[in-house]
T-cell receptor, first 117, second 112 residues
């Protein structure tokens, strides 16, 4: 397996523009996590999906952020409108969770470095 | 989720064992301890996890105390490529499933 695949690797956009980050989890995994990393705040969990359903979105900072998982092999994180303070590295991770059991170890993608100017 | 406490930074001489401690005094009986590391600019990398018994894999060993209130990650022969931030995580068991929350970790520098 190629691992968790994120695109694009780098994104530079102007303030006010819509940004869409993409993630393809590892085949067979049914849990997906989106994280944001900045120097100031470290690695923050934004949202957690299980079986394509958002389970915990308490980390999503504002209504400008939205995430979807239309199927088991694809997820998007959208920021609309983007602001300079959204500049960060965004990571996607996936794992497997059997019913009633814990998530197995999560594997991370290489991240998308977002710069909003 | 059980809170974890790690020293902010450590140094280790190349070729020596690196012992990274983690306190998780509020851990409950069915919560696992996970270790990840993040090399600069890369995504976090899974290292090892355990519940009660000591664990070893090709990357590291994990020693968990009998009362499970603390653990130590051991890199037996540290190399320069092991320089990274190491995170100790105890995902909680919730109705929502156990998410992985990262703290500030330990920045390990391996010195030539």
């Amino acid at each position: 397996d190629a691992g968790v695949i994120q695109s694009p690797r780098h994104e530079v956009t102007e303030m006010g523009q819509e940004v869409t980050l993409r993630c393809k989890p590892i085949s067979g995994h049914n849990s997906l996590f989106w994280y944001r990393q900045t120097m100031m705040r470290g690695l923050e969990l934004l949202i957690y999906f299980n079986n394509n359903v958002p389970i915990d979105d308490s980390g999503m900072p504002e209504d400008r952020f939205s995430a979807k998982m239309p199927n088991a092999s694809f997820s998007t994180l959208k920021i609309q409108p983007s602001e300079p303070r959204d500049s960060a590295v965004y990571f996607c991770a996936s794992s497997f969770k059997a019913r009633e059991f814990r998530n197995t170890e999560a594997f991370f993608g290489q991240g998308t470095r977002l710069t909003v100017v | 989720d059980a809170k974890t406490t790690q020293p902010p930074s450590m140094d280790c001489a190349e070729g020596r064992a690196a012992n990274l401690p983690c306190n998780h005094s509020t851990i409950s009986g069915n919560e696992y301890v996970y270790w990840y590391r993040q090399i600069h600019s890369q995504g976090p990398q899974y290292i090892i996890h355990g519940l009660k018994n000591n664990e070893t894999n090709e990357m590291a060993s994990l020693i968990i105390t009998e009362d499970r209130k603390s653990s130590t990650l051991i890199l037996p022969h540290a190399t320069l490529r092991d320089t990274a931030v190491y995170y100790c995580i105890v995902p909680g068991i919730r109705n929502t499933g156990n998410q992985f929350y990262f703290g500030t970790g330990t920045s390990l520098t391996v010195i030539p």
